[in-house]
């Protein structure tokens, strides 16, 4: 299905606005998010209503006409999302992520054009990551000179957002072997998106292939990509912030259907000499751990976007380091958070949790999947390495 363009959406123009847009918009997505995961339903209507909302222009810069958010507004905007749906709130990651390296490396000619899209409505998907590479930074997509212009030759995976997107931000390599991002139309010539995305969870993220056969794309539409990462700027520790958001997101949706199952559980808590499940002392225990570590989750996402918010303000080696190293710390506690909700919500329910009706379940699987994607074991090493011997993290979108 070509994804259409979104004409005259709502313009946000505040911080305030843009959460209270979040809500309303969740309250609407959360209701069929059950059957869309078990039934795989594609959410072309719902990224209407969220394109129309104008939460996916809230990034651009104020002067440019955006909202100009701040960093620790978008992770909360994401947050909601992915509490009433986590496929919905991981889509647009990527279309903010491709706006960061907008505002970092374009031309004043590229980001008034390319953000005046954004304005009207048009999304942004990704076609970055490859599989089969020696290592996740690897790429041999090429960027291919055709007279003034470019050919892209390559296929990418886990293209999150590409299905539903106008344009496809494709990183591919020079003759050089120099990384660069190319917002390429998504109906040019010689473009295959394929939705071959069978994940058991994030389900209808659209995470599938893209293929690119000789695809030509306007020099204008080239961005330096690998120089955001040469030189210290805020485009790592934003990518991980929204990640974590996700996955904070998770943890709350999780943690709210726990309250409401035990709430609501009429099974005989025989065991603890108890009638139901609210006062059994062991349920207790457990809810206030979920408490204290998404809280603390929810605490740490918002610290780290205060540390990102800085660095896009002030970047330098310091200021970055410290933005990657707070991210890194909601990165691991939101990755612990939504798994241990998650699993604790099946422990409580039971069998009935993975019930078709029910389908709770899915957040495990939502969780289980998504914190698959960067190695939380080293954002530890990270941490402790910049703590205890003063090390700082490399520059780049994974830590």
Known sequence: MNAPLNLNPALIRSDAEALDVA????????????????ERLLPHAELELFSRSGLWSISVPKHLGGAGVSSVTLAKVIARISQADSSLGQIPQNHFYALEVLRLNGSAEQQQRLYAEVLAGQRFGNAL??????????????LLRDGEHYRIEGRKFYATGAL???????????????????????????????DDWSGFGQRTTGSG????????????????????????????????????????????????????FVRSSSRPWIDAGVDKASDDPLTLKAIGRLAIHLHAAEALMERAGEFVDQAQAKPSVESVAAASIAVAEARAISTEASLAASSKLLELAGS?????????????????????????????????????NDALPPRRGTI
């Open 164 to 194: 539903y997107a106008q344009r496809i931000p494709t990183l591919a390599v020079d003759d050089q072997g120099v990384g660069h991002l190319a917002f390429v139309s998504r109906h040019a010539p010689g473009l295959e998106i394929i």
């Open 23 to 38: 809500n309303a918009v969740a309250a609407v997505f959360n209701p069929g998010a059950a059957e869309r995961d078990r």
């Open 352 to 388: 009935r949790a993975t019930l078709a009706e029910h389908n709770l379940d899915r957040h495990w699987r939502n969780a289980r999947t998504h914190t698959l994607h960067d190695p939380v074991r080293w954002k530890y090493h990270a941490v402790g390495n910049y703590y205890l």
């Open 129 to 142: 990551a490859e599989l089969g590479t020696k290592t996740a930074l690897d790429r041999t997509t090429k």
């Open 209 to 260: 292939s893209v293929v690119l056969q000789q695809v030509p794309v306007a020099a204008g539409d080239v961005l330096p990509f690998q120089s955001a990462f040469e030189r210290p700027t805020s485009l790592g520790p934003f990518a991980q912030l929204l990640h974590a958001a996700i996955d904070t997101g998770i943890a709350r949706a999780a943690y709210e259907d726990t309250l409401s």
